[in-house]
């Protein structure tokens, strides 16, 4: 079940993928009807203020990624400050605690998560970059409080924040399907960056499918305990169906408390 879910999501990304590397005229979609006001559905989500739409994504150039040697060479004397704190767990998993939510994460051999905290992760961070300070100083510039690299080198950058869709929503899983459709329609017509918006089962939580080509980028996100978790991932030509496949069993597999 988890292997058709993941190839869904492969398949939604590289559709997007293919109208991003478009060149032709889009043809105009059909106006969509208003809908219907229900209880999930209130005057105060007529404006909604989130950090995921227009130039949300940023990728960091070569200085903040370059590859360097041991960490006993590395600076951390001078890291910008964070409440993000970094643990890895007896069973080997990495924990991320940032605004009261822990992320967990089963990180696959040849895979590394980067967070904010260089001072617990020295030696993750000797595998990246020859300069911690600017590396986390980008991350809270871009507002993101993990960086997850695939063996391929492939980023997907991972942002926790309460915004006005967490507000609204509270936890994704306890949405039924009607109230799906009326969070959708919420979405598309207050974020206008956001074009298709689809909603699949990633493991035991509910992930939306956000089409941000126009962006340059899609966003698979969710919402638990009041938190908005966004995985952020930009259409490049390197970006395939198998890298796609791959980021979407990394999410199915992280753990919320």
Not at 26 to 55: C, N, R
Request: hydrophobic share 40%.
């Amino acid at each position: 079940m988890k292997k058709v879910l993941a190839l869904l999501l492969a398949l939604v990304m590289v559709l997007s993928l293919a109208a991003c590397g478009s060149t032709e005229e889009k043809t105009e979609e059909p106006q969509q009807e208003e809908a219907p006001q229900t209880e999930t559905q209130t005057e105060e989500t007529e404006t909604i203020e989130t950090d995921i739409g227009e130039s949300a994504y940023h990728s960091f150039d070569e200085k903040a990624m370059t590859r360097a040697g041991i960490a006993g060479d590395l600076d951390f004397s001078n890291l910008p400050a964070t409440e993000d704190k970094a643990e890895y767990l007896s069973d080997g998993r990495l924990q991320l605690t940032s605004s009261d939510l822990n992320l967990v994460f089963d990180i696959p051999f040849g895979w590394l998560v980067i967070t904010q905290d260089g001072i617990n992760q020295q030696e993750d961070y000797a595998m990246i970059t020859d300069d911690p300070a600017y590396l986390v100083s980008g991350m809270q510039e871009y507002r993101y409080n993990a960086i997850v690299l695939s063996p391929s080198d492939e980023q997907m950058m991972v942002r926790v924040v309460k915004d006005d869709i967490s507000t609204l929503v509270l936890d994704l899983n306890n949405f039924s399907e009607h109230d799906l459709s009326i969070l959708a329609d919420v979405l598309q017509q207050n974020i206008p960056e956001l074009g298709d918006l689809q909603f699949t089962v990633l493991g035991d939580r509910t992930y939306m499918l956000m089409d941000f080509t126009s962006q340059g980028y899609v966003i698979i996100g969710t919402v638990v305990n009041s938190m908005s978790v966004y995985y952020f991932l930009e259409l490049t030509e390197t970006l395939t169906e198998d890298a796609v496949n791959e980021f979407a069993e990394f999410i199915a597999q992280v753990e919320y408390k």
